[in-house]
């Protein structure tokens, strides 16, 4: 909450004409298009105003709003407005922001049960506050029918507002109770519900005592955990359908007559005829038809290296189509797909670790029992000392029941979840897993997979310095006419380098293969090491050949994604071992770990070797915290104690992990496990503070000494000490 | 003691008027975007309200 205004570069590097202009555009008449763009960057008032002043500039645009809580913002524009275009144009701006498909966004029923939530949350607190106001007359010393006034009164304004907010607990101890378990909410409905009977028994009978005010904090303290719980989670789940929503499938049908169809994925039928584009990702499995081009197959198997693919190949759905367009026999589609196949595989694997208990559930084990047994104890044991005395054995029963305080125990958890949460996520982490972050502090080990995690996936190249002004000035021009991420970084490096393009002529793309022209009456190509007649290397590399002579080789190495060294070594002087895994060739691998100083990689490694070596470290008594992106990971993110994957990783990745990134960077990453030992240990100490409450509450309130005014004071400090703890956590961003 | 007879109802009254404010607030998406709320009023620029949604 501290980042100052002046902490946020984009924003100031938002250009000042884009903030003079007002908003006005009304339509053109037409039905408008609602569209959802994520904004993983934005965190400052100069963000919220740039985007949505940058946003109304553009042709088109109606209206523009930012929410920042969800880093969201949502547009309403004309019809044939491209989601993509403002995209981009806000990444022009200095925000990364994604598009996301608003038909996938469902938060309308989470959204109305947290809106229930407060309102129950609300009603309560209206009627604590006002029953408080009447029991301080009566602990000041109201008597006989003035205090028995205020009862009633008391009672009159307790009993429709408990029957109204308490119902989340009643509902839930009942379903608990229904099959014979129990949990936190079965001592909560017992304790509201006989704090209230009892209180009217009282009042009908002018007894000193009634619970009314207790009554309704316990519904109110405790309503403001499960609010908070339930906010938390409704942030993160929103998230995460957004990010579903991150690939909006669709696919090129070819029709009978020849013609192209765009068609949701899920329409497609095995047989059809399907058209790739280069540079689109293949929607499904199939065996080329036609057509030549290059698939980059990094996200499956980790390799980054692009695979030759030409008429009867097989191409599977997820990889990425390069150069040239493919028209593929589709072999399977939808749920039957090789990428389906590997999800539903996670799914079983998964088991294993829905089986942890979190913190909450483990106290709520041993505390819904105690004090049951407790408030009887207290119950029998007055009864036998005061000979059959019912109502003053029950009165310290319910004491009992009321004055062991769990509400601090239901503060205990959501408190400090929702401090360390929402802190992750002004940070760009989305906590996925309600168990995530006590299983983040638990881990010993880190291992990570390479390409797409610790890499961009993008080439740079490494060798520039082999090559005459010549060759670079041909190369330059040849790779300027390609769309081929090799072509792309070679032209990229030429442009930043000042190269100027050599003239040639006749450009040829070969899709597949590489391109060729003619250059002062000689052939001259880039392209695959077969193509131009030399022997392949064992890294990445494209070659060059002009006229007859040699061909030479521009070899690259993957760029390190954004924060990557900083993540490892910020991991590493916490003193947690870091592994490399990777489907990867020895060569990029070892390259990659000698630049960020990681001992332990291991190249060429099959989805099933990543799970071994993840099941190996589990077995020698390790937490494993697996970061990955691809398909081949999925099993081994699965298997990991906890996992964590970047937003552009695929949808079956991200599902198994519990932790997304939702920007480019890796830098959170190092302080996320030091934040979730923080929060963990916050969240012990909450219960320490619960317990010593009790540890005086509980005898005064079995001796029979406890009041309502007693129960009242220990409810309210021992809640508020709980929340102050808790928001110890903010404070240091 | 018959001032009572007065004051309990209007304490009664000054705190419902409360509460129909409060569903008022939450009836109007006050509650949507806390953070970028918080943020606004730094902003020179007058804005109305949140979206209806």
């Not at chain 1, 009042?203 to 309704?216: I, N, P, R």
């Not at chain 1, 698939?295 to 997820?318: H, Y």
């Not at chain 2, 004051?7 to 000054?14: D, H």
Request: glycine residues 8%; aromatic residues 6%; proline residues 4%.
């Amino acid at each position: 909450m501290t980042t100052s205004m002046s902490a946020c570069p984009a924003c100031a590097a938002a250009p000042l004409a884009e903030l003079q202009s007002g908003a006005g555009y009304r339509g053109n008449g037409r039905e408008a298009r609602k569209i959802m763009l994520s904004l993983p960057t934005a965190h400052c008032a100069a963000c919220i105003v740039a985007v949505e002043q940058g946003l109304a500039t553009r042709p088109g645009v109606r209206s523009a709003r930012v929410n920042l809580t969800l880093k969201r913002a949502t547009v309403e524009a004309d019809a044939d407005i491209e989601p993509k275009a403002l995209a981009d144009y806000l990444g022009s701006i200095g925000f990364e922001a994604y598009e996301l498909d608003a038909g996938a966004l469902s938060s309308t029923t989470t959204e109305r049960r947290s809106r229930d939530l407060m309102m129950r949350m609300g009603v309560a607190g209206f009627g604590m506050m006002n029953v408080m106001l009447l029991s301080v007359a009566v602990w000041s010393g109201a008597s006989d029918a003035t205090r028995d006034l205020f009862h009633w009164v008391s009672a009159g304004i307790a009993l429709p507002i408990i029957a109204f907010s308490a119902q989340p607990f009643f509902k839930n101890a009942w379903a608990a109770l229904r099959v014979g378990r129990l949990n936190m909410d079965v001592p909560i409905s017992l304790a509201i519900l006989l704090a209230a009977g009892m209180s009217v028994y009282e009042t009908a009978h002018s007894g000193e005592h009634a619970y009314f005010d207790a009554a309704l904090s316990l519904t109110f303290f405790l309503l403001a955990g499960r609010f908070l719980d339930h906010r938390t989670r409704a942030v993160a789940r929103s998230a995460a359908e957004e990010l579903t929503a991150l690939e909006v499938p669709r696919a090129h049908r070819l029709t009978v007559d020849g013609g192209e169809e765009v068609v949701a994925v899920s329409k497609i039928a095995v047989g059809d005829l399907v058209r790739v584009v280069p540079g689109a990702r293949v929607p499904v499995d199939g065996m080329v038809e036609e057509g030549e081009s290059e698939i980059d197959r990094s996200l499956l198997t980790g390799e980054s290296l692009p695979a030759f693919a030409g008429p009867g190949a097989m191409v599977s759905a997820g990889e990425v189509n390069l150069t040239g367009p493919l028209t593929l026999r589709v072999s399977a589609a939808g749920q039957d797909t090789a990428l389906h196949r590997m999800a539903d595989l996670v799914a079983i694997a998964e088991t294993s670790r829905n089986r942890y208990t979190s913190l909450a559930d483990r106290a709520a084990r041993i505390y819904a029992p105690a004090v049951h047994l407790l408030a009887a104890v207290a119950f029998l044991v007055w009864l036998w000392i005061s000979g059959g005395d019912v109502r003053l054995s029950l009165n310290i029963a319910v004491a009992v029941l009321i004055i062991t305080c769990p509400c601090a125990l239901g503060l205990a958890v959501p408190a400090v979840t929702t401090a360390a949460s929402g802190r992750m996520f002004r940070q760009g982490m989305l906590l996925k897993s309600a168990t995530a972050m006590e299983r983040l502090a638990e881990v010993d080990h880190v291992v990570f997979d390479k390409t797409g995690t610790l890499t961009e996936g993008k080439p740079e190249v490494e060798n520039r310095g082999d090559f005459g002004k010549r060759e670079l000035e041909v190369a330059q021009a040849l790779a300027q006419g390609s769309s081929h991420p090799l072509a792309q970084a070679i032209a990229q490096t030429g442009a930043e380098a000042g190269i100027r393009a050599a003239r040639i002529g006749k450009v040829r793309e070969v899709p597949g293969h590489g391109i060729e022209a003619d250059w002062q009456g000689q052939t001259v190509r880039l392209g695959r090491a077969e193509w131009l007649g030399a022997t392949p290397l064992d890294k990445t590399a494209t070659w060059l050949r002009i006229g007859d002579a040699p061909a030479q080789a521009f070899t690259f190495h993957d760029a390190l994604r954004d924060g990557a060294a900083e993540a490892v070594a910020a991991l590493k002087a916490q003193g947690l071992p870091v592994t490399l895994i990777s489907g990867d060739v020895p060569a990029a691998v070892a390259d990659i770990a000698d630049r960020l100083g990681i001992e332990d990689a291991r190249a060429g490694m099959l989805p099933e070797d990543k799970v071994a070596v993840i099941e190996g470290l589990r077995d020698a008594g390790h937490k494993v915290l697996m970061v990955g992106d691809g398909l081949n990971d999925t099993a081994a993110l699965a298997a990991a104690h906890v996992s964590i994957s970047p937003a552009s990783a695929l949808e079956a990745t991200r599902v198994v992990s519990d932790i997304v990134l939702l920007g480019q960077t890796l830098a959170p990453l190092g302080g996320s496990v030091k934040l979730a030992r923080a929060a963990t240990r916050r969240i012990k100490e909450n219960f320490g503070i619960a317990a010593a409450y009790n540890a005086v509450a509980i005898p005064v309130a079995l001796l029979g000494f406890a009041t309502p005014l007693a129960a009242a004071l220990a409810m309210s400090f021992s809640s508020i000490t709980v929340s102050l703890n808790a928001l110890r956590l903010r404070g240091r961003t | 003691m018959n001032v009572l007879v007065y004051l309990i109802p209007v304490s009664l009254l000054l705190g419902g008027l409360g509460l129909a404010f409060f569903f008022w607030t939450l009836k109007s998406s006050q509650y949507d975007d806390p953070e970028g709320d918080a943020r606004r009023i730094l902003t020179d620029r007058y804005d109305d309200a949140p979206p209806e949604d």
